[in-house]
């Protein structure tokens, strides 16, 4: 098992590569889809959260990322004595209309398909996805965590229909007429999945990467009026069975998992990493289940981390694990401090086990 570090676009700085090596990281999984748009806060720095007007702009008419650049940053990584271990979403722009099965949906999968042979060809060897129509909708912010810290949770799932030109939380067409997404079925949502499972996976295999599928975050059956994919354990069994590949591989949340209302959190480590499907991991903690929970510092939740981990070696799990997000700390470094604490517990965890 190895202790990797996220990092969003706008951190992907110098000092941060150094403040994930100092704080015992030796691989990064980072984001290059901007979630913030201009607001380069601090104390967005967490994660983003947005209500039901989503989370900002998608990256409209920028090209996919190319090569050249993805090797770019992975130097600068590289740099810092960190590895470069996944990239994590696709930008909505590149992608809306194979979720929403629009007249683009062609068009982008061969741009789609280019990214992965760039991924490929950059020395990338995962790309994390979540293939879902809202995203990560329906949160709430507040001093959820050990003594008041600030962190997310849900309170309620929201169903606001979606609004034309919105997807994935974001806004990818400015200038959609009024109304709102159709509706569609589960089975009509697992169907697109089956198009780009069917589309994507021998590319990866050829490129020499792995899909890494994210569970719904929340994990509801519906949010925001859309249906969801994996939102109990047993769905992941049913994405991987739908293109049996060593490309077709998972982005293993733990905080998604043990928000599900059904499964074990543990049966569900032991079942996936014993098939040799997960990529790499979210160490996250949370307290509760869907509709009604609150992620909680590492060390405090509902989840047995340390379980997890003597799962984990038992099975012989070779990748990477990363705080993903955590809450914040009072102080004047809030990310940081938050940060910090979580990679400390999982640099030591990791030893003892």
């Not at 090596?21 to 994660?47: M, P, R, W």
């Not at 229909?161 to 079925?185: C, F, H, L, Q, R």
């Not at 890494?212 to 929340?218: I, L």
Request: charged content about 25%.
């Amino acid at each position: 098992m190895k202790l990797g570090f996220g990092l969003y676009r706008h951190m992907l700085t110098v000092d941060n590569y150094r403040f994930a090596k100092q704080c015992g990281a030796t691989h990064l999984v980072i984001h290059l889809v901007d979630y913030f748009g201009h607001a380069q806060k601090d104390e967005d720095s967490n994660q983003p959260v947005g209500k039901s007007e989503g989370w900002g702009k998608a990256g409209i008419g920028t090209p996919i990322w190319s090569v050249e650049e993805l090797i770019a940053i992975k130097k600068e990584i590289n740099a810092q004595g960190l590895v470069l271990e996944a990239i994590e979403n696709f930008d909505p722009s590149h992608w809306h209309d194979i979720l929403l099965d629009g007249p683009k949906k062609k068009a982008q999968m061969e741009d789609i398909k280019q990214l992965i042979r760039n991924v490929g060809a950059a020395g990338i060897p995962n790309f994390g996805y979540n293939f879902s129509i809202a995203g990560v909708a329906s949160r709430s912010q507040g001093a959820y965590a050990r003594g008041g810290a600030m962190s997310v949770g849900m309170e309620g799932v929201d169903e606001t229909p979606i609004p034309n030109g919105m997807a994935w939380n974001m806004v990818y067409d400015e200038n959609a007429p009024e109304g709102t997404i159709a509706k569609i079925s589960h089975a009509e949502l697992w169907s697109r999945l089956q198009y780009f499972l069917d589309e994507i996976i021998p590319v990866a295999e050829e490129a020499g990467v792995s899909m890494a599928a994210h569970p719904d975050d929340p994990p509801m059956p519906y949010v925001r009026d859309t249906p969801r994919l994996v939102y109990q354990p047993d769905l992941y069994q049913k994405l991987i069975d739908m293109k049996p590949s060593k490309a077709n591989k998972l982005e293993f949340c733990l905080g998604s998992l043990s928000e599900m209302t059904e499964g074990d959190v543990y049966e569900a480590t032991d079942q996936y990493s014993k098939q040799d499907k997960i990529s790499y991991i979210h160490f996250r903690n949370v307290v509760g289940k869907v509709p009604t929970y609150k992620e909680v510092f590492v060390d405090e939740g509902d989840i047995d981390m340390i379980r997890i981990l003597r799962i984990l070696k038992k099975n012989n799990y070779q990748g990477v694990l990363i705080p993903d997000h955590t809450p914040q700390m009072t102080c004047d470094a809030p990310w940081y401090a938050g940060m910090a604490y979580a990679m400390g517990y999982m640099k030591a965890a990791m030893k003892l086990v």
